[in-house]
């Protein structure tokens, strides 16, 4: 049965770290924008990953940070994982000997493969949605079906996900995996032990039922 990977972004605090983790996550995304109101210090980031055991990857996320600012985090963070989310190419992105993902924002003329193919040195493509002004965490989907064999890369999908949501999105798509934040918040930064819970459990349900088909 293929276990569709969970990535909860925008965590803030450990407790909620380790609810993620014991609920189940595969991936903890920490945000390095200072804009957000999900955004981390490093102070936080290395309390987050203090708490966060071996094999589950700690993602650190930037949107056109300076390649200065991400090296001074990597110095000073456990990261597994980078998460491109601003106009990085693919030349700034591999620069950091760190495996790395590159989201792809789902605007109406986007040419969904030709957008994802600047990017096949990545690990993969983060798929998210497009809204005007604002770099992610945007709370909305975009039509997943766009996306359908639009790529050969692994595919992390975001972009409005929830629990009632999410087995319709894994239905469609068939990501690797999956991306939430606001979807298991209780306020931007701060998590919901019980929508973590939901969520994870209907990956799980939306898992088993592609194994019965
Ligand atoms: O979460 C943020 O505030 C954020 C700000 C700027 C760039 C990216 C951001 N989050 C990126 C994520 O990985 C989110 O999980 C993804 O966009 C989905 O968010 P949501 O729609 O709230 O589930």
């Not at 990535?7 to 804009?35: M, N, Q, W």
């Not at 997943?144 to 894994?170: D, F, H, Y």
């Not at 606001?182 to 194994?211: L, N, T, Y």
Request: charge should be negative; include cysteine.
């Amino acid at each position: 049965m293929t276990r569709t990977r969970i990535k909860i972004c925008g965590i803030t605090r450990p407790e909620d770290a380790l609810c993620a983790v014991h609920s189940g996550a595969d991936a903890i995304g920490l945000v390095f924008y200072p804009p957000s109101p999900r955004a981390v210090s490093i102070e936080q980031a290395r309390e987050v990953a203090s708490v966060v055991p071996p094999l589950v990857t700690l993602v650190a996320l930037f949107v056109d940070a300076t390649a200065q600012e991400i090296a001074r985090v990597l110095e000073s963070v456990p990261v597994g994982l980078i998460q491109f989310h601003g106009n990085e190419d693919a030349a700034f992105c591999g620069q950091f000997h760190r495996p790395w993902i590159k989201a792809i924002r789902i605007k109406d003329d986007l040419d969904v493969a030709a957008a994802c193919g600047a990017y096949d040195a990545a690990s993969g493509v983060l798929l998210d949605a497009w809204q005007e002004g604002v770099p992610g965490g945007t709370g909305k989907t975009f039509e997943w079906s766009r996306a359908e064999g639009r790529t050969s890369l692994p595919v992390v999908l975001a972009g409005g996900l929830n629990s009632s949501n999410v087995g319709s999105a894994i239905k469609t798509l068939g990501p690797w995996a999956v991306d939430v934040s606001g979807g298991v918040e209780v306020s931007p930064g701060i998590k919901d032990a019980g929508k973590i819970e939901q969520f994870i459990a209907a990956v799980r349900v939306a898992d088993q039922q592609r194994a019965e088909e």
